[in-house]
């Protein structure tokens, strides 16, 4: 029976594969050629551990808010900074003060905000919920990535980069796949399996690729894995070659982990024109227990300070140095960026000054073919709006996200075939 690649993945530990640390480039040599008009590109930014919402798009302006979170809540004055500059959206709405770069973008029209994103019955548990996020299944039962299966039906038995996993040591959900082979890269200068340069690299890469490349027996797991890995080596060379031809004045801070992984992405996107989804990860955490404000040294009471503003604020940064780095690159009008994470937080603030699992979120998209504003609308705070948990209610399917962007966005499978079922068109894009 053949090996699938699902099969290898649950399988796991056992296999004869690397792929190589790459160095650091002087990069250079390369001025940016026009993209195709109908290159479409979709990055997939995962904000992993659950996004608090209400402290992301916040509103100021309603009292029950400031009634649930009298220490974690952010009024008017604190939305707006000593020069004046303010990251009020509305009289009702404001993005959190770390969110300057999403205020531009939002002021410019290149960022729709999707409020009240969830799905029926939420489930809070971290790994149950990211599963149902990444295969746009609430049933639980999918085996397959939503983008993998895009992926099977679009680029199925391709080899590449049409489809690429960034910034995460293990392939996420969303990428399984059925027949498409999807690259799993690390980061800008790294990837999965490594083997150090030593002077005996070039052995061992010899040896691999003997290995690697023998004979095996039809549709054998040995002969899976050796395909894998060989696979695996041949991409590290043209990721190689990815990171000589990039080039661009943007500067991405190396303190900020959110922009170095999506100048990796950029770096990919530049120079594959066959690259069209990325599904993106670094390293952050979301889930804001305790201590979700604030430092020590202020007895955690600034509101513009703690984990939260942090994310936040790489998060912002990253997103609109990627979006300036598209439009020197000459791919402004090609990429469409969004954002998930595994649910929103409860909206009442607890005990550590931080908040514990929700359900409804917002959603980002971002892009220059993105129609901005405001979409769906904010869950009530009214207790007798809340569910029977205390939570919010969604008003906007997360499938129906994805569905817009899978029918007005991308091309080849459309959202019925892929997500197994008809939703609204939210118009975004």
């Known amino acids: 029976m053949k090996t699938t690649r699902r099969e290898f993945i649950k399988l796991g530990a056992g296999a004869i594969s690397i792929t190589f640390i790459i160095p650091d480039y002087a990069f250079g040599g390369r001025v940016a050629a026009p993209a195709a008009a109908d290159r479409r590109i979709l990055v997939v930014v995962q904000l992993t551990g659950g996004n608090?919402?209400?402290?992301?798009?916040?509103?100021?302006?309603?009292?029950?808010?400031?009634?649930?979170?009298?220490?974690?809540?952010?009024?008017?004055?604190?939305?707006?900074?000593?020069?004046?500059?303010?990251?009020?959206?509305?009289?009702?709405?404001?993005?959190?003060?770390?969110?300057?770069?999403?205020?531009?973008l939002y002021d410019a029209g290149k960022?729709?905000?999707?409020?009240?994103?969830?799905?029926?019955?939420?489930?809070?548990?971290?790994?149950?919920?990211?599963?149902?996020?990444?295969?746009?299944?609430?049933?639980?039962?999918?085996?397959?990535?939503?983008?993998?299966?895009?992926?099977?039906?679009?680029?199925?038995?391709?080899?590449?980069?049409?489809?690429?996993a960034v910034g995460t040591s293990y392939l996420p959900i969303a990428a399984f796949s059925a027949t498409a082979d999807i690259p799993l890269v690390a980061g800008l200068g790294q990837s999965t399996f490594r083997v150090a340069y030593t002077p005996e690299r070039g052995l061992i890469v010899d040896t691999f690729r003997s290995l690697n490349q023998r004979d095996f027996p039809p549709n054998s797991f040995v002969g899976t894995i050796a395909g894998i890995g060989a696979g695996a080596e041949r991409n590290s060379g043209l990721l190689e070659n990815a990171a000589k031809l990039y080039q661009s004045n943007v500067q991405y801070p190396d303190d900020n982990p959110a922009a170095q992984v999506l100048k990796s992405v950029m770096v990919l996107a530049t120079a594959f024109p066959e690259a069209s989804i990325f599904?993106?990860?670094?390293?952050?955490?979301?889930?804001?227990?305790?201590?979700?404000?604030?430092t020590p040294a202020d007895q955690f009471r600034d509101k513009r300070a703690g984990a939260h503003a942090t994310d936040l604020g790489r998060l912002s940064e990253a997103v609109q140095l990627f979006t300036e780095d598209a439009d020197q690159q000459r791919l402004g009008d090609n990429i469409v960026l969004m954002t998930y994470s595994d649910f929103g937080r409860r909206p009442n603030e607890n005990a550590s000054a931080g908040t514990?699992?929700?359900?409804?979120?917002?959603?980002?998209?971002?892009?220059?073919?993105?129609?901005?504003?405001?979409?769906?609308?904010?869950?009530?705070?009214?207790?007798?709006?809340?569910?029977?948990?205390?939570?919010?209610?969604?008003?906007?399917?997360?499938?129906?996200?994805?569905?817009?962007v899978l029918d007005n966005w991308l091309q080849g499978a459309g959202s019925q075939d892929v997500l197994g079922g008809r939703f609204s068109n939210i118009g975004f894009v």
């Open 356 to 404: 514990d699992h929700g359900t409804a979120s917002n959603l980002f998209v971002v892009g220059n073919k993105v129609k901005g504003g405001l979409y769906g609308m904010q869950p009530s705070l009214a207790a007798s709006e809340l569910d029977a948990d205390g939570n919010l209610r969604f008003s906007t399917d997360f499938r129906s996200v994805y569905a817009t």
């Open 52 to 104: 608090d919402g209400l402290n992301t798009v916040i509103p100021y302006a309603d009292s029950r808010y400031h009634g649930l979170r009298p220490t974690l809540g952010f009024g008017e004055q604190d939305l707006r900074d000593q020069t004046g500059n303010s990251t009020i959206i509305n009289e009702q709405l404001g993005f959190h003060p770390a969110l300057k770069g999403f205020k531009q």
């Open 111 to 164: 960022l729709a905000v999707l409020l009240g994103v969830g799905y029926p019955n939420a489930d809070q548990s971290h790994g149950t919920s990211l599963a149902i996020w990444q295969t746009a299944d609430i049933t639980g039962s999918a085996r397959l990535g939503w983008l993998g299966r895009y992926a099977d039906r679009t680029f199925g038995g391709k080899g590449g980069f049409s489809a690429v």
């Open 279 to 294: 599904h993106v990860n670094y390293s952050c955490f979301f889930d804001t227990h305790a201590a979700q404000i604030g």
